[in-house]
Every structure is written in C-alpha cells, then in structure tokens.
C-alpha cells in the first residue's frame, strides 16, 4: 500500500513537470494566434438585404474562416461579406488559425433591421462662425430603423460634413448639405458661414457664444476653421 502511495505521488509530481515543461510552448502558439487579431467592429446593424464587409485586423499569415449562427437572419461569405436575410440577430464567427493549428474565435452581432423612409432636419437653415462645428439635428423614420443617412456638403471648402453629420465651417460663404437614404428620399439643410465679426454685426453674441468664442482664440482670431476634426468629413 505505502508503495502504491509513493508510486501516485511520483506520477503526479512528473505530470506537473511535464505541463510546466509544455505550457509555454501551448501558451506561445495560442498567442501567435490572437496575439493582434481582431475584427473591425464587435457588432453591426445592417438593413434587410444590405451587405456589410467583417474584415480581421493583424492577422498576418494566420487563415480566417466565418461562420453564422444563423443563416437565416445573416450569411457570411469566407471573404467576410455579411448579408441580412431577415428581421433579426445573429452572431458571426471568425475564426483565426495559425500554420501550429492554434486558433482563437472572434465575434460580431449582427442586427438586421428595416430600412428607412424619410429624413428631414429639424432646421433648414443654419449660421456658422468660421471654425465653428455643429451636429445637424435630424429625424429617421421609422424610428425602428437601422439605416443611418449618408452626409454630403455641395461645397466642402465652404462647410464639409462627416459621416456621423457634423458639419465643420471652413471659410465664408454658403452651401447646401444633404443627407441621403438608399431609397432617394433625401434632406437639405443650408448652411450660412460668417466671419467673427460679420457673425456679431448681424446676428449678436449671446453670452454663451461668446464665453466659448473667448475660449478657443486659436480658432476663431485666425479667421480660417482648424483642418483637424474628430469626425472624418463624409465628402472629402
């Protein structure tokens, strides 16, 4: 019996030699894999019937295959094309492999909803400081719908417009911005650029306009806009 005991004891102290010899080893090849890897967005909303690209970010030589938990709300192709197919949720998975057999699943959840039917701005008319930016207020509907708008500026010297809305006043003058549904409807707001002092000459100064004004004289004593933006101009 007592040599039994020592024989378990000598088996199990070499088991946990062996792990501790080959851990690293699995846990290297487990890296190789993940170490970077990882999809563009982790979740998506898509209209019926609408594609959207999953692409895999620092993969290097490592192989990614997709698959979809349900096909019938969402397919994927193995270039990473999702399609929606009904009103829903699905998850798709990549999966990144190294040439070692080591592999690590990503997912994104895909939402597929309804288009949209009409956009309208809430104003028709907006005036701008040079160097001024301004979200645009604006109504989708159905308010169920998942499509987001695209953004576009007639003249994008005057005012540029990301792709989220914000407009950005670059110089003085006028242009009309749109924003766009995928079935034609569409929505114009004109926006009126001024100079500082123009601006005040016309239309005054509240007193929260100039508090931020005083606030920011890297932007508006210059009397040009700042070319950096957080938001990516949607036309330029």
């Not at 309804?114 to 701005?121: K, M």
């Not at 695209?150 to 005012?159: E, H, I, P, T």
């Not at 509240?206 to 931020?212: A, I, K, M, Q, R």
Request: glycine share 6%; proline share 3%.
């Amino acid at each position: 019996m007592r040599q039994s005991k020592i024989q378990k004891c000598i088996f199990t102290l070499g088991l946990v030699l062996l792990l501790s010899v080959f851990a690293p080893w699995t846990a290297k090849a487990v890296s190789a894999a993940t170490q970077e890897a990882k999809l563009n967005v982790n979740a998506q909303s898509i209209v019926k019937g609408k594609t959207f690209s999953l692409v895999v970010y620092n993969r290097g030589e490592a192989t990614v295959s997709y698959t979809s938990s349900d096909t019938d709300i969402a397919t994927v192709s193995q270039n990473g094309v999702v399609k929606g197919i009904s009103l829903g949720k699905a998850t798709i998975t990549a999966t990144v492999k190294d040439s070692d057999g080591a592999k690590v699943n990503l997912t994104c959840t895909i939402t597929v909803g309804t288009p949209a039917t009409s956009v309208s701005f809430t104003k028709k008319t907006i005036n701008l400081i040079v160097g001024e930016r301004l979200m645009l207020d604006k109504i989708v509907l159905p308010l169920s719908t998942v499509e987001n708008p695209k953004f576009y500026s007639l003249n994008s010297s005057v005012a540029s417009v990301s792709a989220g809305g914000r407009v950005a006043a670059r110089t003085e003058g006028s242009t009309l911005v749109y924003s766009l549904l995928d079935n034609g409807q569409f929505a114009v707001c004109k926006v009126n650029v001024y100079s500082l002092e123009e601006y005040t000459n016309t239309y005054g100064l509240t007193e929260s306009e100039s508090d931020y004004i005083a606030s920011h004289p890297e932007v508006y004593s210059t009397g040009t806009a700042d070319e950096t933006s957080s938001d990516a101009p949607a036309n330029e």
